[in-house]
């Protein structure tokens, strides 16, 4: 090969291997993409049967149950407008109380907001921005 | 009083700042000794001032004065004077505080360390790092000062918060700060050479040892983030791909893309231009960290639009280092010249494959930090992308790097063949696939974690090989390890400190498990082999907090082989409660027991983890930081060298490189 044909190559080899790295990350970014939505909007019918996203708002007051095995527990999720019931079963994080922030990760069964993930972070002000939001479209004040 | 010394410490600081910043550039650029002169007495006389003021702000800290509002939002006098100290960077304004604390600290050592280096390049250098400083000061006296008088001053303060009343918060953010900051000076070298038109093999092997030592800090960081993380959020997870996270992660990235492509700058001449662009490119990365995590723009976008002055000024900040240096470079860089030519099969091309990949895996973590907050930012929705994302593209984009650092040593500068290659090279090829694929075979392990075995067996074993061959025939073994530079020892510490992390990743990703329970006191639980035993529940106070202390036996048969005690805290001053899990920690295992909340029937929830070789991925990433130290301080980085020596003179110095 002369040294014109190997630099070539090289380019050749170099934008080849990079369109297969952006193809690889744009496809792995639409696969593993998770929508946020409000209790609201879930209500509404606007959120994806068939696919895992977040909702996120207020534990209401008095609304959490646990399960007689000590480890799953029900609760309810509101924007003050809607109210969604959720399930998880596992440990919930240190700062998960009643009458504060939530976002839970999960799928939508019939009624049923099934979670395989809570956040709630460590900061008693903190309210985790996906809830603020839904509260404050919900009419709601947040904190 | 204190307060205000520590004031006008800054003010004092922000005007030597901007005498740095400017006279040694002019004088440099106008040839006038006179004026370049200043460089180093105004670099000392800064970081000074910037040490007084840090000095100031830790005092207040120490005698609880709580008419400063930073530390009556920061502290309290319940707590132990070492975390109060801590908590002078425990906020916005301490943590830029410590920040231009270090770069003062960088500064200083640059100044000391350029008495080799011509007095103009010197001088430039010192003179780019001043008007960071500039921009920094400015910063901090204008929108964030530390030292703004509260009145009337609290009685006491808002406490810590227990998250951070740890050891990891004394370490953590100043061994990543000096990673961040570090990079100023790769930055700095890299503005200068532009500045100066200057940029041969003699600029790479300046800049070399500080880009090194900023990089092995910036890992050091990362690992106490990351070892933190893993003990004191109480779940057990190492690495959670979250914000904060990544924008450590990015520079990291782009500095070990560095690190490579300068030692074919050195060795070679060549990759000029894109050597400086990637010094460029990771200190922008380290600013753009730095302000994701202290602008508050992560917890919510809109917290930016609060304070605008803040916000605009961070982002003018941003503008004018990243474009004014784009600018510069675009201007600038044709004139640096090409360097060697090189055919496709060299080691050049390999690190140039190793260079494509870790950029294409910095733009893909780019992309999963900053798009989310981007489509927030505009109000197009809300979306996220967790670890799933990360994982699935990280993965395939990290193996051919693997796959190819193994051979990288064996394969000349310039040009060489496959056939050159040692038959042994082979040999060790055949035995890493089938080791590894006996591992992964006998542990049933999934084909990622099968592959990462491989490779790892495969770095692992070519760079015993790679050793061998080098020590060669003839002399002594101690004359034999003592003749290898210490730049060689430093990338087969990281190599095989990387090997070892690989293997660590992929057999705890594939071998973890847990059980969660509900158990009370006297109860038991099978976790795999092992058998746990509540055994006793009892209340354990600390200083500043009350809590729940479980014990818990480990059997494991007959024979008892670990007691856990792990704890439910609760701080009052700030009303949380927090998890402190309990691990016995184990080369092949780790034990990690966390407590959940008590459950009505008197029984408390427990989540119990084994955690298979965790330990080898702290020990991994520690090898890869000693390499880094290790090559930073090879000698012949200190060897004084004033005249660019020409390139083929200098591939024939003993020593390594990549």
Known sequence: ?143 | MIGELGSFALMLALGLALVLGTVPLAGAWRGRQDWIGPARPAAWALALFVTLSFGLLLTCFAQNDFSIRYVAAHSNSMLPLYYRLAGAWGGHEGSLLLWIQVLALWLAAVAHGSRRLPDEVAARVLAVMGLIAVGFLAFILFTSNPFERLLPAARDGGDLNPLLQDIGMIIHPPLLYMGYVGFSVAFAFAVAALLGGRLDAAWARWSRPWTLSAWAFLTLGIFMGSFWAYYELGWGGWWFWDAVENASFMPWLVGTALLHSLAVTEKRGAFRGWTVLLAILAFSLSLLGTFLVRSGVLSSVHAFASDPQRGLFILGFLAVVIGGALVLYTWRAPALGGGGTFSLWSRETLLLLNNVLLLAATAAVLLGTLYPLLLDALGMGKISVGPPYFDAVFAPLMLPVLALLAAGPFVAWKRDTWKALPASLRHVALAALLAGLAVSFGLGLGLLAAAGLVLASWIALASSLHLWLRLGEGGSWRHRLLRQPASYWGMLAAHVGLAVFVAGVALVKSGESHVDASLRVGATVRAGELEYRFVAMERHDGPNYVAARGTFEVWQGTRRIAVLQPEKRYYPVQQSPMTEAAIDRGWTRDLYLSLGEPAADGGWQVRIQHKPFVAWIWSGVLAIALGGFLAAFDRHYRVRRTAAQPISQLTSLEGVSA
Request: glycine share 10%.
């Open chain 1, 1 to 143: 090969m002369t040294r014109r044909q190997k630099r070539f190559l090289l380019l050749a080899v170099s934008l080849l291997a990079l369109g297969a790295a952006a193809a690889l990350v744009l496809s792995a970014f639409q696969k593993n993409m998770v929508f946020f939505y409000s209790p609201a909007q879930v209500a509404a019918g606007d959120a994806p049967r068939q696919r895992s996203f977040r909702i996120g708002g207020m534990v209401q007051k008095g609304s959490v149950r646990r399960d007689a095995d000590g480890l799953s527990v029900q609760f309810i999720v509101t924007d003050l407008a809607r109210a969604i019931p959720v399930r998880y079963k596992g440990i919930l994080p240190d700062l998960f109380r009643e009458g504060k922030g939530v976002v839970a990760q999960g799928r939508l069964e019939g009624g049923l907001f099934v979670a395989d993930e809570v956040l709630a972070k460590h900061d008693e002000n903190y309210m985790p921005p996906e809830a603020a939001k839904a509260l404050a479209d919900a009419g709601g004040g947040a904190k």
